[in-house]
């Protein structure tokens, strides 16, 4: 996919995650103030995705919980596909809602 201004957000889903989690943390990242105000250019660090009316990228990235015991990547900590895939969805929804 492909977006105009705004964040690129790798999302990892790891056994334990819960839908009050990623809920908590869609509400946390649109308002997070990344931006200078639209109104005041001067004013740094006081406008969100939302104030500004950017948008979000949400990539699913199991490998964020990769291990590296051997030689190759071990990724036991990752939330199984369908599982995770349900809370994936959640937050993007709850990233829309906003």
Not at 82 to 96: G, H, P, Q
């Amino acid at each position: 996919g492909s977006i105009g201004p705004g964040l690129v957000v790798l999302f990892g889903v790891q056994h334990g995650d819960t839908v009050s989690q990623a809920q908590k943390l869609a509400r946390q990242l649109t308002g997070l103030r990344l931006w200078p105000s639209a109104e005041d250019p001067t004013k740094q660090w006081a406008a969100s995705v939302l104030d500004r009316e950017f948008q979000l990228l949400v990539v699913s990235q199991f490998t964020l919980f990769a291990t590296f015991k051997k030689p190759k990547p071990n990724f036991n900590r990752a939330m199984g596909g369908d599982e995770a895939k349900a809370l994936y969805e959640i937050f993007v929804e709850e990233c829309r809602s906003h």
